[in-house]
């Protein structure tokens, strides 16, 4: 197994254990750091798209199997309104972390026996398909990005849900106090 493909599995998987266990705070930096790191760390890993037939079709199903996966991780965190400091927040415990654990031990098996326990066969399938080796990296790329940009993507969509249903208009809010417009001195 590539340490490139291991090193993004556990990027990932500590991004979203940093970022959510516990009670925590919606904010812009914790929706979109993850995102930010993801787009300045794939450019080092990634080839170029392969826009041929089947390579393309494996490329999509890694987009689709990380969105999916980002789904069920996200499906073992709450949302919760607090209304004393007009803001989200969410609330992820164990259910959450085994999730995420499962998740990443998949992706690292996979990826460990495409190398080392049925690479024959993905090779064959590779070969039989007119896959490159450039593309089956990509994929495994492209579900981690999945994965990752679908978490940032609930967190933002149902945090801002949560908000709108308790009369809030902005999902992000700056201190835990509203503020008032400056009144106008006379002098």
Same mark, same amino acid.
């Given at each position: 197994m590539s340490l490139v493909i291991l090193g993004v599995n556990l990027f990932v998987f500590l991004v979203a254990m940093e970022s959510d266990i516990g009670r925590r705070k919606i904010s812009r930096f914790r929706v979109f750091r993850p995102v930010?790191?993801?787009?300045?760390?794939?450019?080092?890993?990634? #080839?170029?798209?392969?826009?041929?037939? #089947?390579?393309?079709?494996?490329?999509?199903?890694?987009?689709?199997?990380?969105?999916?996966?980002?789904?069920?991780?996200?499906?073992?965190?709450?949302?919760?309104?607090?209304?004393?400091? #007009?803001?989200?927040?969410?609330?992820?415990?164990?259910?959450y972390v085994l999730a995420w654990i499962a998740i990443t031990?998949? #992706?690292?098996?996979?990826?460990?026996?495409?190398?080392?326990?049925?690479?024959?066969?993905?090779?064959k399938f590779m070969y039989e398909n007119q896959?490159?080796?450039?593309?089956?990296r990509d994929t495994i790329i492209f579900l981690n990005v999945a994965t990752i940009g679908t978490r940032a993507a609930v967190i933002y969509v149902r945090g801002r849900g949560t908000a709108t249903a308790n009369g809030q208009q902005r999902l992000f809010v700056r201190g835990s106090k509203t503020r008032s417009p400056k009144s106008k001195q006379l002098v």
């Open positions: 930010a790191a993801a787009v300045i760390i794939v450019p080092f890993f990634f #080839k170029g798209l392969d826009l041929s037939g #089947k390579g393309l079709l494996l490329e999509l199903a890694g987009i689709a199997l990380g969105i999916v996966m980002g789904l069920v991780a996200l499906s073992f965190m709450r949302f919760e309104y607090d209304g004393g400091q #007009k803001r989200v927040f969410t609330r992820a415990g164990l259910l031990a998949a #992706k690292i098996f996979f990826s460990y026996g495409s190398s080392n326990l049925w690479s024959h066969e993905i090779g896959i490159s080796v450039d593309a089956f």
